[in-house]
């Protein structure tokens, strides 16, 4: 369960990027948070997995006070929420399996191990056998469905898709909504953020819509 109550953001330059937030998202949801470019969708997301802190209001994810999180657990709440961004972040000089693997890596699992959850996420995007690939002989469709495995390879309880078909052609983006309605109909608890409502047709998201910094849906 995600909490955001009364969150209020203001950057140290005096901008508010959110006036008063709340809202609750519940395990296993589906949520499409829309609103124009500059409305505070990525400030929700870097909140979320405490990149940043609120100036007011508290945030929960389960267990986890993340408004005032002990350092020790912020890599417990990464794991716990998985980021995919409109500009992959893929890695160019390391394999699919490489980039999928990396965070597992980083973990220090079993060799073994991070080879079965690299295969298992590469097949839940549709991707097996690229995993040695670069990335350069990837689409972008391509590139985000790696970054989406990336994300479900530590089998995350939230999934938060930042622009995910920002930088992609309308059938593609299609395809990528339907791996995140399939993920989502797994148990993963699936958000969205997109200025681009038209991405949310196919999934029928419960919609949170920004405007402003203010929550006004
Ligand atoms: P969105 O993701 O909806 O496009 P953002 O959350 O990135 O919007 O930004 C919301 C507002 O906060 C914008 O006006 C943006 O310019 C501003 N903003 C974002 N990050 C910073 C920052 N680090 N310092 C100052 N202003 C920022
Ligand atoms: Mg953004």
């Known amino acids: 369960m995600i909490r955001f109550a009364s ?29 124009p470019s500059g409305s505070g969708k990525t400030t929700i997301l870097r909140l979320l997995i405490n990149e940043i802190i609120p ?27 998985g980021s ?15 980039n999928v693997g990396l965070i597992l890596e980083i973990l220090d699992l079993p060799d073994k191990e991070i080879a079965e959850k690299v295969t ?25 469905r790696v970054a989406i495995a990336r994300a479900m390879a530590m089998s995350p309880k939230i999934l938060f898709a930042d622009e995910p078909t920002g930088n992609l052609d309308s059938v593609t983006a299609k395809q990528i909504s339907k791996i995140l309605k399939e993920i989502n109909g797994r148990g993963t608890t699936v958000i969205i953020a997109t200025h681009d409502k038209g991405v949310l047709d196919f999934i029928k998201p419960r919609i949170l819509q920004l405007e402003a910094g203010e929550l006004i849906l």
């Open 120 to 144: 298992n996420a590469l097949e839940m995007v549709g991707l097996s056998k690229t995993e040695d690939l670069f990335p350069a002989q990837l689409s972008g469709g391509e590139l985000q």
């Open 84 to 98: 995919v961004f409109q500009d992959y972040k893929i890695l160019t000089d390391r394999t699919v399996a490489e």
């Open 7 to 35: 969150v209020t953001k203001t950057f140290p330059n005096g901008k508010t990027a959110l006036k008063q937030i709340s809202f609750e998202i519940a395990d296993g949801e589906m949520v499409g948070i829309i609103g």
């Open 55 to 81: 100036t007011e209001g508290e945030i929960s994810v389960d267990d986890f006070q993340v408004h005032k999180l002990n350092r020790k657990k912020l890599p417990q709440l990464r794991r716990t929420i």
